[in-house]
């Protein structure tokens, strides 16, 4: 889901001309929508209000239609008060002269005027609406910011977009709504030009003819951007903004700083066909890594020890009935020691990664693990982890491991994930030891996969200036902690996917980006539909365009090749302590809210006379303002008033 200003499905589904056409001549109020609408004559040189009371900080969204062109104005009380005695309606929060105007505002609590002046010398006929929807909400998550902010007169706001933009083409959406009128700017750092400047405006674009738009789309080439919002205004303004990022592809080399990586094979949602990207997008509710091991010792240079890791990561993507997503890191780990006699430890971790300061807890996610806190540069994570398994197991070499990924939506419940092996030459080479079922607990789910995505990145929210990838990769690294090791190593990988039936991915790399285990010294190469590791100078790029891999096809020539139950046997160790996989960026995401906003209730009213005499209608009025309140007729004899705005609030 990207970010989106909610403004009443984009506030004006029902405001083009031909809805407003169609509305009722008296006051009504829309039925299921947070409206108000009305209908009246604007007689000539005169104006007309209505009163609207915002409780709590609101998008504001209005419009008039007339048969002749007129002025349209939002206005505070103070601001009221000084047109009724000037005559200048350009003191407005916002106004606009025509046949059709509209507008909207992020508006903090308060009294608000929607002020039509008619300065023709005839009468016109109006029918108008307006909307307020207290629904305000953020998510910062994905390729997506939104923030809430308070800006000073004449105070120049900015802010780096997230870098997935020096990776690729994209496509930048700015969507905002203000109190004042502020001004949205583009920068390119790279080359200092300014790319978009945008007018001074209340909401960003907004048109309803021949549809309704909201927001600044745009088209960057790679560069790194800096988005700028000014407060032209003399007042303070209260700004909400949020921006979109759309890469054309994922670039996998964004985020690869060379030797050490995760070595192995990586799916990124691309094709490469000499440097000619074509992104594709995998949901699956399995993926199943296969790993046949003929060699493996490893010095890992974190601990001087013989540690090591194959891991299988993932991207899981949850889906709310309320319009809300969730994203989470699962990975499926055999953590190795390698010293004689060698053993293999099943593990697992989950990260949230949804946005700025995303947590776990003991209550949203259950298993045979925990989660426990980690310091990550100042940053506090948490993470599960089954890190009291006994699961480990001593092996000997051939071996073949089956890794398996899997997701489940119980509705009402969450999302279950599960963690297999299946050890071909264990004990039971047929069967798969499921070691974990983790459960997210989320009673509003309404769906969830296993996401490969070539055209979107993980969530970064405000902070962090990128997330990851929505990739899955079978990756050698470090034994944990973010550790690297040195490598003797033989084994041909494969990574699949469920469809059906288990499928290859497409293409896939060389190296891994989500995991901050890496391996130093692995050389991979592509042949007969499997990745090969061995021992040598790293590679990083593209293995294959066509991974034409056959699960039962490997599986069958593991199986032949099996040296029996006697190189696999189980025993039970103390619980390892085993570090999180570290990613760049927690995330926060606030859910949607499905809240109905609450109705205001008030109607176009007229000025109360106070003294002096209309000389066009005789009502009493005040002898100092412009305009009757009755029949809105301008005075210019001491005699008769001028019309006046209403009490205070």
């Not at 505002?105 to 010398?121: D, F, I, R, T």
């Not at 945008?198 to 600044?216: K, L, Q, R």
């Not at 279950?416 to 607990?441: C, E, Y």
Request: one cysteine or more.
């Amino acid at each position: 889901m990207l970010v989106r200003l909610k403004v009443l499905a984009l506030l004006f589904l029902m405001v083009t001309p031909a809805v407003l056409l169609s509305a009722p001549i008296t006051h009504a109020m829309a039925q299921g929508q947070n409206e108000q609408q009305f209908a009246g004559v604007t007689p000539p040189g005169s104006y007309n209000y209505t009163q609207i009371t915002l409780s709590s900080t609101s998008i504001v969204g209005y419009a008039t239609r007339t048969d002749i062109q007129v002025e349209t104005a939002f206005m505070t009380y103070d601001q009221l008060q000084a047109f009724s005695l000037t005559g200048d309606i350009s003191n407005s929060i916002f106004y606009d002269t025509g046949t059709e105007n509209y507008d909207a505002l992020l508006e903090p609590p308060g009294q608000y005027y929607l002020v039509v002046y008619n300065p023709n010398s005839q009468a016109a006929n109006l029918k108008a609406l307006y909307i307020v929807n207290p629904d305000i909400n953020l998510r910062n998550s994905t390729t997506s910011v939104g923030l809430t902010i308070v800006m000073q007169p004449q105070e120049i706001f900015t802010i780096p977009l997230h870098i997935e933009t020096l990776g690729a083409p994209s496509q930048v959406d700015i969507t905002g709504a203000s109190s004042q009128v502020v001004r949205y700017a583009l920068l390119d750092n790279t080359t200092q030009q300014e790319v978009f400047v945008s007018p001074d405006v209340t909401i960003t674009n907004f048109t309803v003819v021949p549809t309704v738009s909201v927001g600044y789309n745009l088209t960057l080439n790679p560069g790194f951007y800096i988005m700028a919002i000014k407060n032209d205004s003399p007042n303070q303004a209260l700004v909400y903004f949020s921006y979109d990022i759309l890469p054309k592809f994922v670039n996998p080399y964004l985020l690869h700083f060379g030797t050490p990586s995760p070595t192995g094979i990586a799916s990124y949602g691309i094709l490469n066909n000499s440097g000619n990207i074509t992104p594709y997008e995998v949901a699956t509710s399995s993926i199943v890594g296969y790993a046949k091991v003929s060699q493996l010792q490893a010095v890992d240079n974190g601990t001087n020890s013989p540690l090591a890791s194959l891991q299988e990561n993932t991207v899981l993507e949850v889906n709310n009935t309320d319009g809300s997503s969730f994203t989470y890191w699962p990975q499926n780990v055999l953590a190795f020691d390698t010293a004689s006699p060698p053993s293999v430890t099943y593990r697992d971790n989950v990260l949230n990664v949804t946005g700025d300061n995303a947590q776990l807890t003991n209550q949203s996610i259950t298993g045979t693990g925990t989660t426990s806190g980690y310091n990550n540069n100042g940053v506090q994570q948490t993470y599960y982890g089954n890190y009291n398994s006994n699961y480990t197991y001593r092996y000997s070499l051939p071996q073949t491991w089956i890794l398996y990924t899997n997701e489940t939506v119980r509705q009402g419940q969450g999302v279950v994930i599960q963690m297999g092996v299946r050890a071909l030459n264990g004990p039971t080479p047929s069967k798969v030891t499921w070691f974990d079922a983790i459960t997210i607990h989320d009673p509003n789910v309404a769906s969830a996969d296993l996401i490969v995505n070539g055209r979107q990145y993980t969530p970064a929210g405000v902070e962090v200036p990128i997330g990851t990838y929505y990739d899955a990769e079978l990756v050698f690294g470090g034994g944990a902690g973010g550790n690297a090791a040195q490598f003797q190593v033989n084994a041909n990988l494969a990574l699949f996917y469920l469809d059906g039936t288990m499928k290859p991915f497409p293409s896939v790399y060389s190296f891994g980006d989500d995991t901050a285990e890496a391996a130093f010294n692995i050389a991979m190469q592509y042949g007969n539909g499997v990745a090969t590791a061995t021992t040598g100078t790293p590679y990083y790029g593209l293995l294959t365009n066509d991974f034409n891999s056959s699960l039962p096809s490997l599986i069958a020539g593991a199986e032949g090749q099996s040296t029996g139950i006697g190189g696999y046997a189980a025993y039970i160790v103390g619980a390892a302590v085993i570090a999180v996989i570290a990613i760049l960026a927690l995330v926060l995401m606030r859910r949607r809210s499905s809240a109905t906003p609450q109705l205001e209730q008030s109607a176009p009213v007229v000025a109360q006379p106070v003294a002096a005499f209309c000389g066009n209608c005789g009502t009493p009025i005040d002898s100092t303002v412009r305009f009757c309140p009755n029949c809105g007729a301008p005075q210019t004899s001491a005699d008769a008033g001028q019309g006046a705005p209403p009490a205070g609030p």
